[in-house]
């Protein structure tokens, strides 16, 4: 098709299509930009059915994909003109043919909520930013009564419930005393300890010692988990404010003393039960309190004879047979023969030595067979008893042999040494010990 030079500017100035230019080229491609990302953009939010209504043209005005248009773009043009198209299609092809054809994905549901819905769709955010999908507003479909976890319009009665389900909330909403006060009385209702402990935890970092301790004074029970807490964390300080409060003397002295258990320094814990000792307590207590005084200050001190047992024994007047009990107790697991031997062993004003035992011999014996003490230390004692058949139970009780025949021998009890003879091993020491006591002409046998 020809045309005169006439009809060609008639057709480009009545057109309303802009012909191309070189010169125009960046102002072209901002533009082209700028109407791709707009067109994009709306894309997204059509169907697809809309999409196959947009009319796409080339340069020259005529329909993409006509026949006129394939026969124009696969013509020939000449040198300068077609290198300069293909440059302009090398940097700058923006044909929608390029385009991958979009779907709709997006629905006012996923805008509103925040997240995909099932299947393809994915939210507006997810697109943009290519990030994963945030929720922005709750489930529409969640019960009200979930929300309540996040807010303060409990009442006191539902916040000693929840606290007693393990669930975690705020009591700092509760401000004014009367509210505390509530909120404590809710709790001693429940009966349930850690509830109780819980408020009056609160209760103890929000109020004064003061209004504390007068609130808690008429309601004994939530006074008596406050002093046990108290004795657990081991806040001997407000548990002393506390005892002095209810003027409980006897409580608060004994508070006091137990202070010593979180002092370190032995100096400064023997000068702490210095000053417990002038406190009121009673008469026992008291004593006690001194002995323990004495005791550090000779631990203190240790040297010389302050720590033997005699002199521990006269220092706190240690009874005899306490003593005694103790001592060989503590000597016989030892296996400390001598100290045992030292321990039952006096002397007179004319310097002879015996042996006297404050708890009796019998007990000594028992005492020393319990600790495996051998034969011959058993012997020893067992020959010390006094009564006659308590001896000779106790020696047949132990075996002491020697002692079980010397005291039929001495008693001419012909009869019990026979019956002790069948007693021993045959061919034993002890049996020719017999045998030869029995054969004694010396002897006049009772029976």
Known sequence: MNRTKGDEEEYWNSSKFKAFTFDDEDDELSQLK?????????RDFVDDDDDDELERVSWSGEPVGSISWSIKETAGHS??????????KSRNSFSYTQLPKPTSTYSLSSFFKGRTRPGSFQSLSDALSDTPAKSYAPELGRPKGEYRDYSNDWSPS??????RKGKICSLERFRSLQDKLQLLEEAVS???????TAVLIFLKRTLSKEILFRELE??????????????????????????RFLDRTEELVLSHYQEHLNIQDPEKRKEFLKTCISLPFSAEDSAHIQDHYTLLERQIIIEGTFSSPINLKKTFKI??????????????????????????????????????????????VEILHKNSAPVQILQEYVNLVEDVDTKLNLATK???HDVVIDTCRDLKD????LAYRSKVDKGSAEEEKIDAILSSSQIRWKN
């Open 218 to 243: 008429v309601r004994q029970i939530a006074l008596r988990h406050l002093i046990h807490f108290l004795k657990e964390i081991g806040d001997q300080k407000l548990l002393i404010d506390l005892f």
């Open 398 to 400: 132990f075996k002491c």
């Open 319 to 364: 009874p005899d047979k306490q003593y005694v009990l103790t001592a060989l107790a503590a000597r016989a697991k030892l296996r400390a023969w001598h100290d045992v031997d030292a321990l039952f062993t006096t002397k007179n004003w004319l310097g002879y030595t015996k042996k006297k035992a404050p708890i009796g011999f019998h007990r000594v």
């Open 158 to 163: 539902d916040t000693v419930r929840r606290l």
């Open 79 to 88: 040198g300068s003109s077609h290198e300069g198209r293909e440059q302009l």
């Open 34 to 42: 700028e109407s791709k990302r707009a067109v994009n953009s709306l």
């Open 414 to 417: 012909r009869q019990q040494l």
């Open 190 to 196: 429940m009966h349930d300890g850690n509830v109780i």
